[in-house]
C-alpha cells in the first residue's frame, strides 16, 4: 500500500510539473498585441452580440452556421462571469457599461476568451499524461504531455480565441475514451465517447471525423470479445448508444445549427466552397498531405518526435488492439483533411497528440529491446522534446514583442494627423482605432445609452481608414477594388505583405493587382516601411504619402475612372462590402473637401445602391458636393431626383432654390423657399427656408 501511494505521489509530482510548463508557456504574452485586436476572436465577438444590447433580450442564436455554437456559448458564459465579478466591485452598473467598455477596450474580454484556450491546452496535457502513462509508464507519461505541453502549435493556439482549443480538448477525450473501449468496452464508455464527440462537433464540425476512430476502436473490441462482425458491428447496441450520445449532445450544445436549416444550407453551401476550392494564398502550399507531414507536423513537434512517433504508430499495427487507438485517431484526420484544398496549421492540432502517443509506443518498444536499459529511453525523451520546447521559447519571446502591426499604427500615430486626414489600407495592416460615429447611432444600443456612456464613446480618438476588401473565396472579385483612382482623396496607404505576397504569387491569376503593385511602385516610394526580421513578427508593412504629385502621376497613367463599370461589379461582388466601400471613399473625399471625386463617388451609390435609404444619401450628398464644386446643372440633377423621396423632398427643393438664386433666378428661389417653408412650419428645413427669404428681402430692401 505503501509502494502505491508512494508511486501516486510521485505520478501526481511529475503531472503537476508538466501542467506547471505548460502553463507557464501558455499564460507568457497572454496579452499580446492588446488593446488591439490582431485575431480575428470571432467566438468573443458572436458572445457579446447575445447579450442583447440593442433592446436588453439576450439572444443565444448566433446566427451562423459556418461554426457550431458551443465556442460562443462558453465565451458568453465566461464574460457573464466577468459581468457579475464586475457588479460586485462596482466597475459595471449595468449590462451597457459592459457593452461600452468592450467597444472602448476589448482587452479584458480577448483576454478572457484566451484564457479559455489556455484551460482547454492544460486539459489537453492531463489526458496526454494519462494515456501516456497507460502506454509506457512513467517516461511515456513524461514524454507525451510533454510534447503536448511544449508543442508550439499548441502553446500558439492556446493563445488564440479560436473554437479549435475546444475541438483538441474534446478529440482529447474521445481518444482517451476510445482507449478505454479498447481496453473494457463498457457501454458507459461508448456513451462516453459520444459525448466528447457530440461537443467536439458542437464547436466546429471537424470532430465528426473520430467517429471513424470509434468506429475501427469498436471492430477491434468486437474481435477481441470473440464476437462476429458480420453485420460490420452496426448490431452492437453500444454503438448505438454512442451514436445517440453524440447527437443528443452535439444540439444540446449547438441547438439552432440543425433548427434554422435555412442558415445552415447557406453557410455550409459556403464552407463547402471554400474548402473545395482553397484559402486565398494556400495554392503555394502546395498539397494538403505534404504540406502537413513535411511543414506543420514537424514545426509542431520537432521533426525526431514526429518521426519517432510516425514509427510507432507503425510499430502499432503489429501490436495489440490497444496499442492502435492512437493510429485510428490520427488518420481520419490527416486522410481527410489533408485532401481539402483548403489546409490551415491549425488543421492539425487534434493530431498532436496520437503522435505523442507513437512516441510512447516506441519508447516502450524500444526498453523491450534494450533489456531494460534506460539510456536508449532517456535519450529518445529528451531528443524528442529538446526540438518543440526550443521552438516554443523562441516563438514566446517574439510573441512579446510588438508586431509590426503595431509598428506601423505607432508610426501613423504620430506622422497622420487624425483629424483631418484619411488613410486606405490592405487588410492585415496598421490596427487604429476607427471612425464608429455613424455605426453607433445607427445602434439601437447606442439610444438606450445615457449620455455619459454615449459621450464616452464618441469622445475617444479615431482614425478615417478605408479597408480594401478581400475575399478568401472567389478571391479574383477583388480584383475591382485595385485601382490606384479610387484613393487619389486618401493622403496615406498602407501596403500589407500578407495580401501583396499572395497575389504576386500568382501574377496571371491576379494580373490586376500586380500591375496596382508595378505602378505604385514606379511611381512612389514608401514613406517608412517594416518587415519581420530577428524580433519582429508580423506582415511587412510599407506606407506610401498621397501627394498632390502622386495623383498627378496615376491620373496620367490611367486617365479618369469609367463610371459604367461599377454597376456590373456590384452585381457579382457581395453588395454590403461594394457598397460600404463605395460610401467610406466618398465620406472620406468629402471630408478632405474634395468635393468633385466626393460628387463622383456618391452618384455610383445611386446607381449601385438597393437601399432607398442609401440612394437619397447618394443623390443628396452628390448634389451637396456638386453645388460646392459650383457644378449647378449637374447638382440640379441630383437633387431633382432626390424629390422622389418622401423623406428628403424638402432638403431637395431648399436646394434646388438656393441653386436658382446662385443662378439669379430669385423669384424661382423664393418658390421653392415658400413651399419648403409652408410645409415645415416648425421643422429645421422650413426654419432654413425663411431665413432665406428673409436674406433675400434684405437684399432687396437695400
Known amino acids: 500500500m505503501k509502494n502505491i501511494d508512494q508511486r501516486t505521489a510521485r505520478s501526481l509530482l511529475l503531472l503537476m510539473s508538466v501542467l506547471s510548463v505548460a502553463a507557464a508557456l501558455r499564460f507568457a504574452h497572454l496579452d499580446w498585441g492588446l488593446p488591439a485586436v490582431e485575431e480575428e476572436a470571432f467566438p468573443s465577438k458572436v458572445a457579446i452580440n447575445m447579450w442583447g444590447f440593442d433592446d436588453g433580450t439576450p439572444d443565444l442564436d448566433p446566427g451562423t452556421a459556418g461554426w457550431p455554437a458551443l465556442s460562443f456559448y462558453v465565451q458568453r458564459a465566461a464574460q457573464q462571469f466577468h459581468y457579475l465579478a464586475g457588479r460586485i466591485n462596482g466597475s459595471f452598473d449595468g449590462p451597457l457599461d459592459y457593452y461600452v467598455a468592450w467597444l472602448l477596450d476589448p482587452s479584458a474580454v480577448i483576454l478572457l476568451g484566451r484564457l479559455t484556450s489556455v484551460l482547454c491546452g492544460l486539459l489537453v496535457c492531463f489526458v496526454a499524461f494519462r494515456m501516456g502513462y497507460a502506454t509506457a509508464g512513467t517516461s511515456g507519461a513524461i514524454l507525451t504531455a510533454g510534447l503536448c505541453a511544449v508543442s508550439p502549435l499548441l502553446v500558439l493556439h492556446s493563445q488564440f480565441v479560436e473554437p479549435d482549443a475546444l475541438v483538441v480538448a474534446f478529440s482529447a477525450l474521445a481518444l482517451l475514451w476510445c482507449l478505454r473501449i479498447a481496453r473494457g468496452g463498457r457501454v458507459l464508455?461508448?456513451?462516453?465517447?459520444?459525448?466528447?464527440?457530440?461537443?467536439?462537433?458542437?464547436?466546429?464540425?471537424?470532430?465528426?471525423?473520430?467517429?471513424?476512430?470509434?468506429?475501427?476502436?469498436?471492430?477491434?473490441?468486437?474481435?477481441?470479445?470473440?464476437?462476429?462482425?458480420?453485420?460490420?458491428?452496426?448490431?452492437?447496441?453500444?454503438?448505438?448508444?454512442?451514436?445517440?450520445?453524440?447527437?443528443?449532445?452535439?444540439?444540446?450544445?449547438?441547438?439552432?445549427?440543425?433548427?434554422?436549416?435555412?442558415?445552415?444550407?447557406?453557410?455550409?453551401?459556403?464552407?463547402?466552397?471554400?474548402?473545395?476550392?482553397?484559402?486565398?494564398?494556400?495554392?503555394?502550399?502546395?498539397?494538403?498531405?505534404?504540406?502537413?507531414?513535411?511543414?506543420?507536423?514537424?514545426?509542431?513537434?520537432?521533426?525526431?518526435?514526429?518521426?519517432?512517433?510516425?514509427?510507432?504508430?507503425?510499430?502499432?499495427?503489429?501490436?495489440?488492439?490497444?496499442?492502435?487507438?492512437?493510429?485510428?485517431?490520427?488518420?481520419?484526420?490527416?486522410?481527410?483533411?489533408?485532401?481539402?484544398?483548403?489546409h490551415f496549421d491549425r488543421y492539425m492540432l487534434p493530431a498532436v497528440l496520437p503522435i505523442a502517443l507513437g512516441c510512447a509506443s516506441l519508447l516502450a518498444w524500444l526498453r523491450v529491446r534494450s533489456g531494460g536499459r534506460s539510456w536508449p529511453v532517456v535519450a529518445l525523451v529528451l531528443l524528442a522534446l529538446a526540438f518543440p520546447a526550443r521552438a516554443s521559447l523562441r516563438q514566446s519571446n517574439l510573441q512579446g514583442t510588438p508586431s509590426t502591426l503595431q509598428l506601423s499604427a505607432d508610426w501613423l500615430t504620430e506622422h497622420m494627423d487624425a483629424d483631418s486626414e484619411v488613410l486606405v489600407s490592405e487588410r492585415y495592416g496598421p490596427i487604429l482605432p476607427r471612425d464608429q460615429r455613424e455605426l453607433l447611432q445607427a445602434d439601437p444600443a447606442f439610444a438606450r445609452m445615457s449620455v455619459q456612456q454615449q459621450q464616452r464613446l464618441l469622445d475617444r480618438a479615431f482614425y478615417h481608414v478605408l479597408d480594401i476588401p478581400m475575399y478568401s473565396v472567389r478571391t479574383e472579385l477583388a480584383a475591382y477594388y485595385y485601382d490606384l483612382r479610387h484613393f487619389l482623396a486618401y493622403d496615406w496607404m498602407v501596403i500589407s505583405g500578407s495580401v501583396r505576397n499572395r497575389y504576386l504569387a500568382e501574377p496571371t491569376r491576379f494580373s490586376?493587382?500586380?500591375?496596382?503593385?508595378?505602378?505604385?511602385?514606379?511611381?512612389?516610394?514608401?514613406?517608412?516601411?517594416?518587415?519581420?526580421?530577428?524580433?519582429?513578427?508580423?506582415?511587412?508593412?510599407?506606407?506610401?504619402?498621397?501627394?498632390?504629385?502622386?495623383?498627378?502621376?496615376?491620373?496620367?497613367?490611367l486617365g479618369p475612372l469609367p463610371v459604367g463599370d461599377y454597376a456590373s461589379f456590384a452585381s457579382q461582388v457581395h453588395r454590403p462590402h461594394f457598397i460600404g466601400f463605395v460610401h467610406s471613399i466618398a465620406a472620406h473625399a468629402e471630408l478632405r473637401q474634395r468635393h468633385r471625386e466626393a460628387a463622383f463617388w456618391y452618384r455610383i451609390l445611386t446607381n449601385t445602391a438597393k437601399d432607398p435609404a442609401m440612394r437619397a444619401l447618394g443623390y443628396e450628398r452628390a448634389g451637396v458636393n456638386d453645388l460646392r464644386d459650383g457644378q449647378l446643372v449637374a447638382a440640379r440633377e441630383m437633387f431633382n431626383a432626390l424629390t422622389r423621396f418622401p423623406e428628403r423632398e424638402l432638403v431637395a427643393l431648399g436646394n434646388l432654390g438656393l441653386i436658382c438664386e446662385r443662378e439669379g433666378d430669385i423669384d424661382s428661389a423664393r418658390r421653392y423657399y415658400e413651399e419648403v417653408s409652408s410645409r415645415d412650419v416648425r421643422g429645421e428645413a422650413g426654419t432654413w427656408a425663411r431665413q432665406r427669404l428673409a436674406a433675400l428681402q434684405a437684399t432687396e430692401d437695400q
Open 512 to 557: 490586376r493587382q500586380t500591375r496596382f503593385y508595378e505602378l505604385l511602385e514606379e511611381i512612389a516610394t514608401p514613406a517608412w516601411s517594416v518587415r519581420p526580421a530577428g524580433a519582429i513578427r508580423g506582415p511587412a508593412q510599407q506606407v506610401y504619402r498621397i501627394d498632390d504629385a502622386f495623383r498627378l502621376a496615376v491620373l496620367e497613367q
Open 189 to 342: 464508455d461508448y456513451a462516453l465517447v459520444g459525448l466528447w464527440i457530440g461537443l467536439g462537433t458542437a464547436s466546429k464540425y471537424t470532430p465528426a471525423l473520430m467517429s471513424l476512430s470509434v468506429y475501427l476502436v469498436h471492430l477491434e473490441r468486437r474481435h477481441t470479445e470473440g464476437k462476429s462482425n458480420r453485420y460490420l458491428g452496426l448490431d452492437d447496441r453500444r454503438l448505438g448508444w454512442a451514436a445517440l450520445v453524440a447527437f443528443l449532445s452535439f444540439n444540446l450544445a449547438s441547438p439552432f445549427t440543425l433548427a434554422n436549416l435555412g442558415v445552415l444550407k447557406r453557410d455550409f453551401a459556403y464552407q463547402a466552397l471554400h474548402m473545395s476550392s482553397g484559402h486565398f494564398g494556400h495554392a503555394q502550399q502546395g498539397v494538403g498531405y505534404t504540406h502537413y507531414l513535411l511543414d506543420v507536423l514537424p514545426k509542431a513537434l520537432g521533426w525526431p518526435a514526429m518521426l519517432a512517433g510516425l514509427a510507432g504508430l507503425a510499430l502499432a499495427v503489429r501490436g495489440p488492439a490497444v496499442g492502435r487507438v492512437a493510429l485510428w485517431g490520427l488518420l481520419p484526420y490527416l486522410i481527410v483533411l489533408g485532401s481539402l484544398s483548403t
